[in-house]
C-alpha cells in the first residue's frame, strides 16, 4: 500500500521539523508548508499531487487556518483536513467543523491519537475516491447499454 501524504501546515519551523520526523517514522510522506499561502501553491503544483490529508494550524500570520481550509475545500475538496492550534478555541473548532475539517486537536497533539486520525482521515478520502471511481466505471457501462 503506498504511504500516507501528508501536507503539515504551520509557520512554527521548529514544530513543523519535529512532528515531521514523527510521521516519517511512521510511514507517512511529509511536505511542509510554513503559510496557508505555501500551502495551496504546493497542494496546486506537482509536489501537492495526490495529498491525503493536510495537518493545518488555525493561528498563522497571513492567510489563517480557517481562510485555508475553505480554500483547500474548494480547490481538493476530497483532501481530509485535521486542524491543529495551541490556542484552541470552541469558535474556531466549530467553524473549521462547519467548513469539512475532519477533525481539529490541541497542540502538542499525543502523536499516537494524531497517527490515528491520520489514517482515519486518508481511509476516509480512500472511500470517497473508489465511491467516484464506481460511478464512472457505472456511466461508461451504462453509455455503452444505450
Not at 511536505?31 to 496557508?36: F, P
Not at 495526490?50 to 475545500?73: C, E, H
Not at 481539529?104 to 497517527?115: N, R
Amino acid at each position: 500500500m503506498t504511504p500516507t501524504k501528508v501536507m503539515l501546515v504551520d509557520d512554527e519551523k521548529p514544530f513543523v521539523e519535529a512532528v515531521s520526523k514523527r510521521l516519517d517514522k511512521r510511514g507517512c510522506k511529509i511536505i511542509a508548508a510554513y503559510s496557508g499561502e505555501e500551502a495551496m501553491t504546493k497542494l496546486n503544483s506537482k509536489e501537492g499531487a495526490n495529498v491525503d490529508v493536510v495537518l493545518l494550524d488555525v493561528k498563522m500570520p497571513g492567510m489563517d487556518g480557517n481562510d485555508t481550509l475553505k480554500a483547500i475545500k474548494q480547490a481538493h475538496p476530497l483532501i481530509e483536513v485535521i486542524m491543529l492550534t495551541g490556542h484552541g478555541t470552541m469558535e474556531s473548532a466549530i467553524e473549521g467543523m462547519r467548513q469539512g475539517a475532519f477533525d481539529y486537536m490541541t497542540k502538542p497533539a499525543e502523536m499516537d491519537i494524531l497517527a490515528a486520525k491520520i489514517e482515519q482521515a486518508s481511509s476516509k478520502k480512500r472511500g470517497h475516491e473508489a465511491k467516484i471511481q464506481e460511478a464512472r466505471a457505472q456511466m461508461i457501462v451504462t453509455r455503452r447499454g444505450d
